[in-house]
């Protein structure tokens, strides 16, 4: 009861903390040790509630569940921290939220449906991730405080901040590349995956925010 009248307090009136914070302890995962998380918010924060220091300790607590996920000795420049910007960046990104399936294909990775929900469900205390047997289910943050947060330089580290003008240019290309492979070639048309639509509907306004002169 103390633990979590202090988490209380440190939340203040700051109910995404909270429940952030709540669902972080809570979450059931291979690194996931509730006693340790508990600790670690508490002993990590300081005692004063001012709304400043609130949310510096929102940032703490993002930054704490990221680190879990990937590990806290992952270096900003390797393939898995590369990998994880862009998996988040695009969730961020999208205008309109997508099933992981069709996650898989945007996102032109070489692993499973399988595989990228359990790098998901690492992060299942800042992003809705669906079961396995919701399909067609989009990907969503819980709340839109962690997107600022992620593409926040002067919040966010550098080894989680997002480049949003280099996803924006990561997705027009692969919209561009999925309606060249997907659009039919003739008057035979079949009913369109959810990728495909997304493509055609989306790809103009991912180019519009691109970075000008990327070369990809």
Known sequence: ESDISSITMLAGKLFIY????LRYICTQSKFADPVKRIADLLGRSPDAASGEARYKRLDK??????????????????????QLRRILGTIMQLTDPLPISALVELL???????????????????????????????????????????????????????????????????CLEIMVAGLPVNSIARKPSSILRYACTNWAGHLAKARHGDTQ
């Open 18 to 21: 909270a429940s952030t914070a």
């Open 61 to 82: 607590l993002y930054l704490d569940i990221l680190d879990q996920a990937i590990g806290i000795e992952t270096r900003a420049d390797s393939p898995e921290m590369l």
């Open 108 to 174: 032109e990775v070489d692993e499973s449906v399988m595989t990228l929900r359990s790098k998901l469900e690492d992060l299942s205390s800042v992003i809705v991730v669906p079961g396995p047997d919701e399909l067609e289910t989009p990907v969503r943050f819980f709340h839109p405080s962690f997107p600022d947060f992620l593409k926040d330089q002067q919040r966010c580290t550098d080894r989680f901040l997002v480049d949003v003008s280099g996803i924006e240019t990561f997705l027009a290309r692969r």
